[in-house]
């Protein structure tokens, strides 16, 4: 059964350092999506990304962040300069059409920021 | 603003005991409403969905209700197994068939015990 991969599984960083978060959406989806969980906290949408750009982001998706789907493939989240806030789970999901937006989740990047 | 909420966890039961999670949520409009689970180490995914007032979602022995009226998608089971153990989300989507957004509640831990 398909399924959307991520790596690493688990990433530490020094504050400050740049990150990127890899994701391999299901082959045929069309709507690409991150989502992070910080410890304790809920599940929270950070962007949605369709025909190349963000369709949608949330207010956590400032500056720092950036999203880009490379070659076709991969989806990647950088952050560019890391605060110790944004240590967290980060999910990637995919979804194949917008009149079935089963969004299929991937298990996470944990992001530890030291 | 859009929002959902769960009841608290753990929720530890015993094998064959009955299961409610509940959930209420918060919105505007019409929303779809769903339920994810994240078994240990894996990715969230979906159980089952409603997308307008008084349909049931059901799966895997799994049933809830979207209840407009007292804005409720509880989650119930009649007989939990071991392996139901794991984190239950109740999630909500404004433009589901525009490739929407998901806002999710907290997460419900469940915990069966043989």
């Known amino acids: 059964e398909p399924e959307v991969t991520q790596t690493p599984s688990h990433q530490v960083t020094q504050m400050g350092q740049e990150v990127i978060l890899r994701c391999v959406p299901i082959s045929n989806h069309l709507y690409f999506y991150w989502y992070r969980q910080i410890l304790g906290q809920k599940v929270e949408f950070l962007v949605s990304?369709?025909?190349?750009?963000?369709?949608?982001k949330s207010e956590i998706f400032d500056d720092q962040f950036s999203v880009e789907r490379p070659d076709g493939s991969n989806f990647t989240l950088k952050i560019r300069s890391t605060k110790l806030e944004d240590s967290a789970m980060y999910f990637c999901?995919?979804?194949?059409?917008?009149?079935?937006?089963?969004?299929?989740f991937g298990p996470g990047t944990r992001l530890t920021v030291l | 603003g859009n929002s959902v909420t769960q009841m608290e966890g753990p929720v530890t039961l015993s094998e064959e005991a009955f299961l409610t999670i509940n959930c209420t949520y918060t919105a505007t409009g019409y929303p779809s409403l769903f339920w994810y689970v994240q078994y240990p180490g894996e990715g969230l995914q979906l159980l089952l969905k409603a997308t307008k007032a008084d349909d049931k979602g059901s799966n895997k022995g799994f049933e809830a209700t979207y209840r407009k009226e007292t804005t409720s998608f509880h989650l119930e089971k009649g007989s939990v197994q071991v392996s139901d153990s794991a984190v239950y989300f109740c999630a909500l989507s404004q433009n589901y068939n525009q490739g929407g957004k998901l806002i999710f509640g907290q997460g419900t831990e469940l915990s069966v015990k043989p």
């Open positions: 990304f369709y025909n190349n750009e963000i369709s949608e």
């Open positions: 999901a995919s979804s194949e059409t917008r009149t079935n937006n089963e969004q299929f």
